[in-house]
């Protein structure tokens, strides 16, 4: 039995752009940020249909015939290893205990202040780059080739950081089992850009 071609285009192998068509403007454009595309927010559908099937295509050429454990991938940092579940571990703390977990980018605090923890990806990205945030680490605190402390440079005049790629910064992340602790909201309603990481497996991150 053979396969139908479909709604294929030339210009995007292996994506129906017909389907995409069904979708609603606010689904195609979380298909676009799961796609790390940016400015989604003045796009039409059309440009989103466009937009989300190029960045698919793309994806699919650039999956080669190997298994890939270099970390994220750059078109698509996904939900990471835990699926954005809480990592738990005897040093776990009592902030970590009573915060709400977030494991899709869909998900909403409970209330303006609410403390929330996650280890997917996308959520911690998508929380940085709002605030204008950039992945980094301490310098002069690295093991050998691997990063050292994480941070996110929210554009401070400190000196000691050194910026680094997502992809870097997560595969550190998730080898040293972390969580993301964080704010949406301070209590008053206002943009908060606290955070810290925390290593439920000893006292330090």
């Given amino acids: 039995m053979s396969e139908k071609p479909g709604n ?17 403007v606010d689904e ?8 790390n595309i940016s400015g989604t927010s003045d796009m039409r559908k059309e440009e989103l249909v466009q937009e989300v099937a190029n960045a698919r295509s793309q994806g ?7 298994d890939n ?10 939900a990471g290893p835990e699926g954005g579940k809480i990592r738990h571990g005897d040093a ?9 977990e977030v494991t899709s980018t869909e998900d909403e605090p409970e209330r303006e202040g609410r403390s929330l923890a996650t280890t997917h990806h996308e959520v911690i990205r998508q929380w940085a780059e709002e605030r204008g945030g ?12 691997h990063l050292g402390v994480l941070r996110i440079d929210f554009g401070g005049n400190d000196s000691n950081l050194r910026h ?10 998730d080898d040293r089992g972390l969580n993301f602790i964080y704010q949406e ?5 206002t943009q908060s850009n606290f955070f810290r990481l925390e290593n439920p497996e000893r006292e330090d991150a």
């Fill in 8 to 24: 294929q285009t030339p210009d995007t192998p292996n994506v129906s752009e017909t389907e995409l068509r069904k979708m609603k």
């Fill in 134 to 145: 950039t992945p980094a680490t301490v310098e002069g605190t690295e093991h050998g080739d």
């Fill in 28 to 35: 195609l454009r979380q298909e676009a940020r799961d796609e």
């Fill in 69 to 78: 454990d270099g970390g994220a991938d750059a078109g698509d940092l996904g």
């Fill in 92 to 100: 776990s703390s009592s902030s970590l205990k009573y915060s709400q």
């Fill in 164 to 173: 680094v790629s997502w992809e870097e910064w997560f595969k550190t992340f």
């Fill in 185 to 189: 909201q301070r209590t008053d309603g």
């Fill in 60 to 66: 699919e050429n650039s999956q080669g015939g190997g």
